[in-house]
C-alpha cells in the first residue's frame, strides 16, 4: 500500500474557523521508497483568519496567497496527482492509501472538515500512521534499552534525533512533509533490528 506524507499550514488551530494556507505532500511505496511529491498555497476563504501570531509560524501573508488556488482547485490538483502518480483512471478510488504524518489526526481532521464544507466526497479510508505514535513506542524501547533519546516527541526533537536539519527558520508544509518521511524512514529501519521475546 502507498503512504502519503502530508502537512499542512493553516491560520490557526480551529479546523471549523481556520483556513488550510499550504498543503505539502510525499508519496511513497510500501517500501518507503520516495514516488512523488507536492505542494501547494491555498487562498483562505476567510482571509481575516490570518493572524500575525500563525505568520510567524509559517511566515505565509495574505500577499503571498493572492495568485493561490481555491481549496476546491487543490484538492482536485492532489488527487489527480496521486491518481497519475500511481498510474490509476481518474475515477479510480485512493482507499488504499495511508495516510501518514506528525499529530496527522489533526490535519486529517481539517481536511475532513473543509472537503465538507465543499460538498466533495472524502477520497481515502480510515488508514493512518501517526509519527507522534510512533515515537511513543519507539522512546520506550530506547528507556527499556538505555539508549540516549530527546525528551520531546515533536517533529524538531525527532528530525534531529536522527540528524536530519531543516532548511529554513519558517514551517513550509512540504519541507515538514519530506522530514516527516525522513523521519518514518528512519523509524522503519529501526523496527528492523528489534529483536522481542515472547
Request: proline share 4%; net charge negative.
Amino acid at each position: 500500500m502507498p503512504y502519503l506524507i502530508f502537512d499542512l499550514e493553516m491560520t490557526g488551530s480551529e479546523s471549523d474557523y481556520h483556513d488550510i494556507i499550504q498543503i505539502g505532500a510525499v508519496l511513497a511505496d510500501e517500501n518507503w521508497k520516495k514516488i512523488s511529491e507536492f505542494e501547494s498555497l491555498v487562498y483562505p476563504d476567510n482571509p481575516e483568519t490570518i493572524s500575525k501570531c500563525s505568520e510567524e509560524i509559517h511566515g505565509i501573508s495574505l500577499y503571498d496567497l493572492e495568485e493561490a488556488p481555491s481549496a476546491y482547485d487543490v484538492f482536485e490538483d492532489l488527487e489527480n496527482w496521486l491518481r497519475k502518480n500511481l498510474k490509476r483512471k481518474q475515477n479510480d478510488n485512493l482507499y488504499d492509501i495511508i495516510l501518514c504524518g506528525q499529530s496527522v489526526i489533526n490535519d486529517i481532521n481539517f481536511l475532513k472538515f473543509k472537503y465538507s464544507d465543499l460538498n466533495l466526497p472524502w477520497p481515502f479510508s480510515s488508514k493512518l500512521i501517526d509519527l507522534l505514535t510512533i515515537s511513543f513506542v519507539f522512546y520506550k524501547i530506547f528507556d527499556n534499552n538505555g539508549i540516549k533519546r530527546p525528551k520531546s516527541m515533536s517533529l524538531k526533537s525527532v528530525s534531529e534525533m536522527f540528524k536530519i536539519e531543516r532548511d529554513g527558520n519558517y514551517h513550509n508544509a512540504l519541507e515538514d512533509a519530506n522530514i516527516t518521511f525522513s523521519c518514518f524512514k528512519e523509524y522503519f529501519k529501526l523496527s528492523e533490528q528489534v529483536k522481542l521475546m515472547l
